[in-house]
């Protein structure tokens, strides 16, 4: 079973912090994408990172794929309220390839971003 | 464009009831997922279909859980007899293909009193 552990589950910072989210298996993952969920909402999908070691920009999100395809990271600079909501990482598949795009998504990061 | 729609987008329900959650997914998508997602277990696939067909339904819990897909318009994930543990937000996706980007739907909030 393929597990994707995310941290810190909880982060609530100020207006114009910097901030990193976590996303780490002990599986391989084919590729791996970052969503974002608000409330009431299903999640939206931000990023697809399929090679090891890949950088990924999107304004003020970096998003990281771990040279061993294991782990990725979100970096937002200068977080903004419009920021807040619930971001998820989910990885797709494993190295040996599987029939569909099966995810298996990390619990979560519930980011809350102050005025 | 209309996205993935799912009906009803509220429920609540009593132990034993049986409940059915609709999806419509995005017109030409021929891949249809059903998730479900708990503040414990985060978000799970249930089962996923690809061309009306159910491909993968490893993660449906239990019996008590079935989902059918007649046709490439329309699919419903059953529940019954509903039990309180089965409250949750129930989300469905859609995607070109099985790898392809998935499209969510809004969710249906389950309460199971």
């Known amino acids: 079973t393929q597990l994707l552990e995310q941290s810190p589950q909880f982060l609530s910072i100020q207006e114009g912090e910097n901030l990193t989210v976590y996303c780490n298996s002990s599986?391989?993952?084919?590729?791996l994408q970052w969503y974002r969920q608000e409330p009431g909402e299903g999640p939206v999908l931000l990023v697809t990172v399929v090679t090891g070691g890949e950088v990924k920009k999107l304004k003020r999100l970096t998003f990281q794929f771990g040279d061993a395809r294991k782990d990725s990271s979100l970096h937002i600079t200068a977080a903004q309220p419009g920021d807040t909501g619930l971001y998820l990482c989910?990885?797709?598949?494993?190295?040996?390839?599987?029939?569909?795009?099966?995810?298996?998504f990390g619990q979560g990061t519930i980011l809350t971003v102050h005025p | 464009d209309a996205g993935v729609i799912q009906s009803p987008r509220h429920e609540v329900t009593e132990m034993g009831q049986e409940v059915t959650l609709r999806c419509k997914p995005i017109s030409g998508h021929n891949s249809l997922f059903w998730y479900r997602q708990t503040m414990m277990r985060g978000l799970e696939l249930l089962i996923y279909f690809n061309n009306n067909v159910p491909i993968d339904d490893s993660g449906m819990p239990e019996d008590r859980f079935s989902a059918k897909m007649p046709n490439a318009s329309f699919s419903t994930l059953k529940i019954q007899p509903s039990e309180p543990r089965d409250s949750a937000v129930y989300f469905c996706?859609?995607?070109?293909?099985?790898?392809?980007?998935?499209?969510f739907g809004p969710g249906t909030r389950l309460t199971v009193l």
């Open positions: 996706a859609s995607s070109l293909s099985g790898i392809g980007q998935q499209f």
């Open positions: 599986s391989v993952f084919s590729s």
């Open positions: 989910a990885g797709a598949g494993d190295a040996g390839g599987t029939s569909y795009g099966k995810l298996t």
